[in-house]
């Protein structure tokens, strides 16, 4: 039995989580408003028109401070992956080292290139040139975020590599299987589209602000109706990608989804819960735990298999096994599991001793259990169920939240095509409001993604406890309140300074 | 073309990449020297004005560099990111840290109700400036000294420990003991003030003050006083040590007397561009110095990528493990001292497959063309000198 430093592992996910969360405060709205700035400046210089220039500098400056503080949260994340899971590092840094390079060269050094002949280059090279930066700005950061993307979906569904015994190491056979996974192309588009939507709803929000204000009538105007158009497009992507994305998990991560779910009991014709309230010893009790419920029947098993009599399997069935639907019980794979290593260590032993039939024997077991591999680092069964509560609830926020946007981003545009913007109070105080719901909405989905997926690095092949580095708990305490502190800080410095610049207006654009 | 290729080659090419990663970083960190000499050389508020937007609009090539040369260690070496990053947590956390304080300084500076005060975010600068360089060229000087750690991948398959980790730090400074070793922090303090140099050059070339390009001259003669005698202490201390010398037979890591003078003597061509490179470094200062030349930076620019570059490549070829473990409370010689160095890292054990290494070798093809568009950018941004008359016209300035 491992004597596993349960605390160490803790506070390294915390702090995996909190820095993490922090930068995923800043990225989605990078990765949509540069493209709704793209918009804007195309109109002006299609137009010559110097409103849509006086619009597209208003938004480049929120843009401006929303992406330094999204690049000084991004830094600690790569290097995290080596400070604080080492072991990690090297059973997949073969695979999971590649996108983070080419992220580096294909992409950052074109956003960072790009970006400062947005700012800078107005008065310094030809409108063309400068549009040309703009749209290669947006294009940059969105092609890093597919490539961190990419390495995010290898984690939860890992394929296009073999394991190397000798090694002892993932190594990658094929690159495109990696970039093209299914769970890559889900990821990739449900994780813009829906940025996309938060930045559209902080355009509008801010926009209605103004608007609520009685000034700047024009600029709010058109600032709403290039919103809305491009929240609409992309609301109808992230729904669609959202649904892939569910039945996507069902075959590669069914325990994530039955959590999701909160389905212990496996059935066919299953039920979709949409709205319902867990009892307070939900996640311990494992049995029924709603307070109330809304059922939608057969909906689960539609929304996982396309079909209401499939078999859902829920969380039990993964837990002690259910031999009728040919699923294996933890346990079993559990004891699979340390099949597979100890004849990984047994072939290393044989080896070097020169044991060559020996080595070569343990080599077939192991292979044969491989994808097993990392159950067998577990002490219990239920160190692979994950939080059921949080993710279950945050899948709900996630999905009503982002139904609200859609009808929001249906009505903004009716309204603004006919043009009746003006004069809605109630309107605009719920189009301000929408702006953190929309961050709640974007963390809620990751928190689905990831909260959903413990305790594994890696599907079935790496647990949190054996990727963790060798240090001191204390270590890493020290650093999480570092970054919880600093991130703070620089948290409210940048609402304010935002607040400030909203609060100036496009009028006074230039004054700083 | 790449597939062809022998593991081996493939590994001397990302060790030739990730050198030349690391020596535009210590080139871009002109960034960093500048912001240490923000007090220094500008004495008014529109002085350091001119220097932080001169320099803010360059501090994200050092910044993505940062992240590109730790992803592409990360992808072409991984056992290197594993190692050294677990291991010496404190070091790479400093560092790090260094730089998330930068990332915002220049953007809220200058903000109207910006929380912190601008006195704060030029602190945050001159923070970043000093340790980020010290640290670094610190972290980097322990590939000649060597770290105390140990590798062993058995540990993965350890079910009865209290820890899988395969790679574990000695000590609990983790990393921080660096700073115990002067020949470390002579290579610290060496890329400390060659950025100063360097940062004094870019303000001389880029801005158009008086003040400020007679205070720039004064600070490059400064300056390159400690550079100098800093930089060859470190050169003299790693040239006459004993190096870490692999027999590529048996893989195993021995000391060898003048083993990094050996290399250079044996790759001669690395030597002519690495005396190019000091030549180079030397000129810019001297040019800028006596002619009154505003072209420096380009001579000593060049200069610092081709020998540090050559330095990089010194500690990784010729059979040398580029990242030594060694425990210096071994007696060295000794059998524990022997045993401990076989953890070393070398290009051969920690790379990546053939396979990985073949496809990254397609992705960095795209090098040259990412470097010109970053030239060509650069170009039409700074065909101007930055002046007080731009900033007051300007719309977005730091």
Known sequence: ?512 | MFETMSLETLQQYWWIIISLLGALLVFLMFVQGGQTLLYAIGKTETERKLIVNSLGRKWEFTFTTLVTFGGAFFASFPLFYSTSFGGAYWVWMAILFAFIIQAVSYEFRSKPNNFLGQRTYEIFLLTNGILGTILIGTAVGTFFTGSAFSVDKMNLLNLTGSSNAISAWEGPAHGLEAVLNFTNVALGLAVFFLSRVLGSLYLINTIEHDEILKRSRRQLLLNSVPFLVFFLYFLGAVLLKDGFAVNPATAEVTLEPYKYMNNFLSMPLMLVLFLAGVVLVLAGIGLSWLKDSRKGIWYAGSGTILTVWMLLLNVGFNNTAYYPAFDCSLETGSAASQAFMQSSLTIQNSSSSHYTLTAMSYVSLMVPFVLAYIWYAWKSMNNKRISEQELNEEHHTY
């Open chain 1, 1 to 512: 039995m491992i004597e596993f430093n349960a605390s160490l592992i803790e506070w390294s996910r915390a702090q995996f989580a909190l820095t993490a969360m922090f930068h995923w405060l800043f990225v989605p709205l990078t990765l949509g408003i540069t493209f709704i700035i793209a918009i804007m400046e195309t109109i002006y210089v299609r137009t010559g028109n110097p409103e849509w220039k006086r619009i597209t500098r208003f938004w480049m400056t929120v843009f401006g401070i929303n992406f330094a503080i999204g690049v000084a949260t991004g830094i600690i994340l790569e290097f995290e992956f080596g400070t604080n899971w080492s072991n990690y590092s090297w059973f997949v840094g073969d695979i999971f080292g590649a996108p983070l390079a080419v992220e580096g060269i294909m992409a950052f050094f074109m956003e960072s290139t790009f970006i400062a002949i947005m700012f800078f280059g107005w008065n310094k090279v030809s409108k063309s040139f400068h549009l040309t930066s703009t749209w290669l700005t947006a294009i940059g950061a969105n092609l890093s975020a597919l490539w961190i993307l990419v390495a995010n979906a290898w984690m939860q569904n890992p394929t296009g590599m073999n394991f190397n015994p000798d090694t002892a190491r993932n190594e990658m056979a094929d690159f495109w299987a990696v970039l093209f996974s299914p769970t890559a192309i889900n990821k990739f588009l449900h994780t813009i589209t829906s940025s996309y939507m938060l930045a559209a709803i902080v355009v509008i929000g801010i926009s209605s602000w103004f608007l609520l204000k009685n000034r700047d009538i024009l600029f709010a105007k058109r600032s709403i109706v290039i919103a809305s158009a491009f929240g609409l497009l992309f609301a109808v992507i992230t729904i669609t990608t959202g649904d892939s994305s569910a039945r996507e998990m069902a075959k590669v991560q069914p325990v994530k989804f039955a959590a999701m779910e909160n389905h212990y009991h496996g059935r066919s014709f299953a039920p979709l819960v949409a709205f319902g309230a867990m009892t307070p010893d939900a996640d311990t009790a494992k049995k029924q735990n709603f307070i109330f419920k809304i059922e939608i029947p057969n909906m689960l098993s539609y929304m996982a298999f396309a079909s209401p009599n499939a078999f859902v399997p829920g969380i039990y069935d993964f837990t002690y096994g259910n031999s009728e639907q040919g699923i294996l019980s933890f346990t079993e794979r559990m004891e699979k599991g340390r099949l597979a290593i100890n004849s990984l260590a047994t072939y290393k032993t044989a080896k070097k001793s020169g044991e060559d039939s020996l080595a070569q024997a343990s080599l077939a077991i192991f292979r044969e259990n491989y994808k097993h591999f990392g159950y067998g680092y577990a002490n219990a069964p239920e160190d692979f169920i994950p939080p059921v509560k949080l993710t279950f609830y945050s899948f709900r926020i996630m999905v009503f939240l982002g139904g609200f946007f859609l009808l929001l981003f249906i009505y903004f545009f009716w309204i603004s095509i006919k043009n009746k913007v003006e004069g809605k109070k109630w309107l605009y105080l719920t189009a301000i409001f929408s702006i953190p719901l929309a961050y709640i909405t974007s963390q809620a989905g990751w928190i689905v993604a990831e909260v959903g997926r413990q305790p594994w690095v890696i599907q079935d092949l790496m647990p949190t406890m054996a990727a963790v580095s060798k240090i001191e708990t204390s270590s890493v305490q020290v650093t999480f309140w570092l970054f919880a502190i600093t991130f703070t800080a620089l948290l409210i410095a940048e609402l304010k300074i935002m607040l400030t610049q909203i609060r100036k207006g496009p009028q006074n654009e230039g004054g700083h």
